[in-house]
């Protein structure tokens, strides 16, 4: 069956460039995350939606990280004006329900996320 | 969040059992225990949770220690494709997963 699919896989940008990371979660799944994942180390969260409403978004390292969900189905994390530091894996996951981690069935289904490269 | 300790890596030869421990001694009485993995250039993959019994499914099994402040992963029978970083992550009503670095495992063939 299909599940979490991110484009691109891999992105090159330039300092400075803008980048636009798509995420299309598993259909019908209501919650979407977005995590970042540095080299060695385990991913950390970014953002969260519930349907199209943005409920959390305390993990965005900086203004210049923004992220949407307009219909409730596929999620753009757009990253303007990239640094250095942002190089980085971009890992999307869905999971069913609006609930927390408690919820049963509710387990987080990731992509296989895309890997930014910033010059 | 209740802070867990894991070990940085461990080994096992293949088609043996392995038991990856965890502990987190500040986990609250509401936290269910889950564990993910990530298996190379992959997104994380759910593997199991529980909240005080143990648990098995078909990946794995759980066992959580009475006083729940530790538990431990058993794979059954380690393949090389279980050769991956696994995660212990405590939570309930938080949505979001809080991994720390997990333990690698390497399987040996």
């Known amino acids: 069956g299909a599940g979490v699919s991110q484009s691109p896989r891999y992105k090159v940008a330039k300092r400075g460039q803008d980048v636009a990371l798509r995420c299309d979660p598993i259909?019908?799944?209501?919650?979407l995350f977005w995590y970042q994942q540095a080299l060695g180390q385990g991913p950390e969260f970014l953002t969260y939606?519930?349907?199209?409403?943005?409920?959390?978004k305390s993990g965005l390292p900086s203004d210049r990280f923004f992220a949407e969900r307009p219909e409730g189905s596929v999620s753009t994390l757009k990253i303007q004006r990239t640094q250095q530091e942002d190089s980085a894996v971009y890992l999307c996951?869905?999971?069913?329900?609006?609930?927390?981690?408690?919820?049963?069935?509710?387990?987080?289904?990731f992509g296989p996320g895309t890997r930014l490269t910033v010059l | 969040d209740a802070k867990t300790t894991q070990p940085n890596s461990m080994e096992s030869n293949e088609e043996e059992p392995v038991h990856l421990p965890c502990n987190h001694s500040?986990?609250?009485?509401?936290?269910?225990i889950h564990w993910y993995r990530q298996l190379p250039s992959q997104g994380p993959e759910y593997v199991i949770h529980?909240?005080?019994s143990n648990v098995n499914n078909r990946m794995a099994s759980l066992a959580i220690a009475e006083d729940r402040k530790s538990s431990t992963l058993i794979l059954h029978r380690a393949t090389l494709r279980d050769a991956a970083v696994y995660y212990c992550?405590?939570?309930?009503?938080?949505?979001?997963?809080?991994f720390g670095k997990g333990t690698k495992l390497s399987v040996i063939p």
């Open positions: 996951a869905s999971s069913l329900f609006r609930g927390g981690l408690g919820t049963p069935n509710n387990e987080q289904f």
């Open positions: 259909s019908g799944h209501v919650s």
């Open positions: 939606f519930q349907n199209e409403a943005q409920l959390d």
């Open positions: 500040t986990i609250s009485g509401t936290d269910y």
């Open positions: 529980g909240l005080t």
């Open positions: 992550i405590p939570g309930a009503g938080s949505y979001q997963l809080t």
